[in-house]
Each structure stands twice: as structure tokens, then as C-alpha cells.
């Protein structure tokens, strides 16, 4: 079984077209978040949810929706989407990150899901 | 914004070869975690080694962390043509994980 699964794994749409992309995670962590990498490898985060609550949002335009219906899954809308929006969007998890130092810091990833604008 | 930035951006090396690439930082950190990314996948993590070590060993891996220096290497050792893949570090601080831009090896067989 897949630790972390996000869908679609590519995404094909057009310049103002709503999308959005589901991941779960079967691990049991509290904490998702959604990474963006761009063409140029840097993967930069965007949100992170604790327990279905946000505690990270980056400077990200607010065409971009996380939503947590529960802790197992962060999904991603995006709005009105923009030929700069693509990218290749990863979701990960960890475990406990209210507790540093327990040994549970490191980052699960799902496989990506390659968005292409057009 | 960034926080890890790895140096080089590329190495190519012959198999058998030790590869050694760098990170550096920005600002404090809990712990340094280096990941690998294969092409078209996502990333896998490989080691973490905290803000009060220097070195740490796992298999053919090897990372330092220089705190003073705010700077951290990954060393591999024998390398394989299995090890081509992208690394990056990360900096975690409080729960929040930054990455970098990651170095591409290339190990030749």
C-alpha cells in the first residue's frame, strides 16, 4: 500500500479552468502539507495542516485552497488557474511535529502530480 | 522562502567514486534532514542529523553539520549507478521544513 497517494498523477488543463488534487496519507501522521517544485527543481512549501488545522501558509495567491476534511487527507483547489501555476505539486506528511526531537521529523512524500497550463 | 541551498547544482562521477555535496543555510535549525528524488518520483528521506550533532553515519552515507558555519555535507561513499538521483537538504526549524534546489549526480557506470 501506498504510504502517501495523491491523484491525478498529471493534470492537463486549460488558463482559467478549476482543478484540484486529493492526497491521503495511510500513516497515521498528524501533520500534511503541499510543496511546489518548479521547473528549476526548488521545492518550495505551501501550506501545512496539523490535525486538520492550518499552521503554515506561505505567500501563496488565494486561488490556492487547501482543505482538510480530516487528518489522513489534504486535498488542493486552485482557481482560475494561470500558465505560471505549472508545476509539479507534492504532498508529504510526518508524524508528531508538535514534537521535536522525538525522532519523527522526517517527511513522507507522495509521488507528484505534474500540472501543465496551457 | 528558500533556506537550504545545495552546492553543486550537478556532479557527474565515475561509479566507485565518493560523491560530496554541501548545504547552506540561512537561519537557526532543529535538525538537517538530506532527501533524494529519483526522476518523476517524489522524495525519499535518507538522514537527519540534529542541531547539537557533527557527524553522522548510516551506511555508505556520511553528513556534518557545522552549526557555526551554518553549513552541512552529504558524502557518499563507493558510489553506484543506482545513486543517480537529485539530493536535497532540508532545514527544519519549529516544524517548518524548508528545501533547497538540490544537486543532480550523475554517477557513470
Known amino acids: 500500500d501506498t504510504a502517501v497517494s495523491q491523484t491525478p498523477k498529471y493534470l492537463v488543463t486549460q488558463m482559467g479552468n478549476d482543478k484540484s488534487i486529493k492526497c491521503e496519507q495511510n500513516?497515521?501522521?498528524?501533520?500534511m502539507y503541499w510543496y511546489k517544485q518548479d521547473s528549476k527543481k526548488f521545492l518550495k512549501i505551501m501550506f501545512s495542516y496539523n490535525n486538520k488545522e492550518l499552521i503554515i501558509n506561505e505567500t501563496v495567491p488565494n486561488r490556492f485552497s487547501p482543505k482538510s476534511p480530516d487528518k489522513a487527507h489534504l486535498n488542493l483547489h486552485i482557481n482560475s488557474l494561470e500558465l505560471g501555476d505549472s508545476a509539479v505539486y507534492f504532498c508529504?506528511?510526518?508524524?508528531?511535529?508538535?514534537?521535536?526531537?522525538?525522532?519523527?521529523?522526517?517527511?513522507?512524500f507522495g509521488s507528484g502530480t505534474q500540472l501543465s497550463v496551457l | 522562502s528558500q533556506q537550504g541551498e545545495e552546492d553543486p547544482q550537478a556532479l557527474s562521477i565515475q561509479e566507485g567514486e565518493n560523491a560530496t555535496m554541501n548545504c547552506s543555510y540561512k537561519t537557526s535549525i532543529n535538525n538537517l534532514q538530506w532527501y533524494r528524488q529519483n526522476s518523476g518520483r517524489g522524495l525519499v528521506h535518507l538522514i537527519l542529523?540534529?542541531?547539537?550533532?557533527r557527524e553522522k553515519h548510516s551506511g555508505r552515507l556520511r553528513v556534518t553539520l557545522d552549526t557555526s558555519k551554518k553549513s552541512s555535507s552529504l558524502l557518499i561513499t563507493a558510489s553506484r549507478a543506482a545513486d543517480t538521483a537529485s539530493y536535497f537538504c532540508?532545514?527544519?526549524?519549529?516544524?517548518?521544513?524548508?528545501f533547497g534546489a538540490g544537486t543532480r549526480l550523475t554517477v557513470k557506470p
Open positions: 542529523i540534529r542541531s547539537n550533532e
Open positions: 532540508a532545514t527544519d526549524l519549529d516544524n517548518d521544513m524548508r
Open positions: 500513516l497515521g501522521h498528524d501533520t
Open positions: 508529504a506528511s510526518s508524524a508528531n511535529r508538535g514534537r521535536v526531537d522525538k525522532g519523527d521529523e522526517k517527511l513522507f
